[in-house]
């Protein structure tokens, strides 16, 4: 590739990613606060654009020295921009991924915190099951099948 070409394609694959980071950082940070408006998830939100954009930096910079057969034209240019795109969509849908599988573990550990506050703190009473034909609290227990006293071998 002439260093016209290489030029021209890394600054146009640096916008494209600087661009889309950008928009995966404002939708994610949004996303994963969730409808009760929480600001903690920005940083999270951070760090998942920032390993997008070191992995598509490198596919950039992979894709602007890799290949002989792809110099010398204008044709050669769009083909790596094609592919490169079509590489920033898959990083794209795999960020995406990623922010949702965070946002559903933020919901269901909202969810388990709001139901031990909801839940109120009770103890326990063990009463003993009823027996027919007996009243009170302490049933009786009956003798063994040989009427010779209780538990008796």
Known sequence: MPDDDLTGFLIIGLVFVVADG??????GRRYLSGPDGGEQT????????????????????LLSVVGPGWSGSTAALVGRLGVFLLLLAVAH???LAV????????IVETHYQERDVERPATE????????PGQGGP???VSPDLGQHGPYRA
């Open 124 to 131: 326990v009473v063990v009463e003993p099951a009823p027996v």
């Open 99 to 106: 922010l949702a599988r965070r946002r559903q573990d933020h």
């Open 22 to 27: 950008q928009i995966l950082y404002r939708g």
């Open 138 to 140: 302490a049933p009786q």
């Open 42 to 61: 920005g940083s999270m939100a951070w760090m998942v654009v920032t390993v997008f954009h070191l992995v598509a930096f490198g596919v950039l910079a």
């Open 93 to 95: 849908v795999l960020t």
